[in-house]
């Protein structure tokens, strides 16, 4: 990967995937979390060096996966082939800029799978 950038962004996926799994590849590249500040089914928040990330359970099996501040990631997208990558999972993400026809408000997500993506109406 490369240097992380300099920016602050807000990005989100959803993998369908262990609370487990998505934390430990997260934190082999932005770096070691302590322990989760979470209890039953709150979310469970890290930090590390000017990274926060946070993770929870919603519908469908799949889990959220907000990422804010100093990332390889510059989009939700990036993040998204990431985790399905390294997960072997569904994940699902905002199109973003990848896709221009799309409008931002569409309930319209990229759905990544191994090495296959499609759009998908979700919500």
Known sequence: MSAMPEEQLDIEAYAKAEAGA???????????????????DDPMVFEFRGASVVVWAIEG????????GKTPWSTCVGLGRFLAKELHCTVRCDPGAEF????PHANVFL??????????AWG
């Open 111 to 120: 759905e990544i799978e191994a090495d296959r993506e499609r759009l998908t």
């Open 61 to 68: 099996g799949f889990l959220s996966v907000w990422v804010r």
């Open 22 to 40: 998505v934390v430990s590849v997260l934190s082999k590249v932005i770096g070691p979390f302590g322990a989760a500040d979470a209890s039953g």
């Open 100 to 103: 221009p026809e799309l409008s």
